[in-house]
């Protein structure tokens, strides 16, 4: 079981930055795919970025790539995502999540149904 809690949304202004954070409970997280997702009004949930818990492989949307990084400090349980160049079309409800499984293709890791547990989410409104 993993409990996830993320931080770091607001508002800012276009070409701004934002760094979230997700707080994960669980002696296992080191064992944890983890993932960014996120979802804006009146669209399903769509994957940002994922990195593997065994190979540390990050994985990003094509709309975020050189704009966002994933990394994660498995000593302190703590997952980011670094936000940097935001757009208007970033502005989103944004998930962290977990899956116990090694998702061995990017299908798999940036997949909605791969990952089991879920944080209540992080709004991030960018300006124009």
């Known amino acids: 079981q993993v409990l996830l809690v993320e931080s770091g949304g607001g508002l800012v202004q276009a070409g701004g930055s934002l760094r979230l954070s997700c707080a994960a409970s669980?002696?296992?997280?080191?064992?944890?795919?983890m993932g960014w997702f996120r979802q804006a009004p009146g669209k399903e949930r769509e994957s940002v970025a994922e990195?593997?818990?065994?190979?540390?492989?990050?994985y990003y949307a094509d709309v975020v790539k050189g704009r966002f990084t994933i990394s994660r400090d498995n000593a302190k349980n703590m997952v980011y995502l670094q936000m940097n160049s935001l757009k208007p079309e970033d502005t989103a409800v944004y998930y962290c999540?977990?899956?116990?499984?090694?998702?061995?293709?990017?299908?798999?890791?940036?997949?909605?149904?791969?990952?089991?547990?879920w944080g209540q989410g992080t709004q991030v409104t960018v300006s124009s």
């Open positions: 990195i593997d818990w065994l190979t540390s492989r990050t």
């Open positions: 999540a977990a899956s116990p499984r090694v998702l061995t293709s990017e299908v798999a890791a940036m997949r909605v149904n791969s990952y089991d547990y």
């Open positions: 669980g002696r296992t997280f080191s064992r944890y795919t």
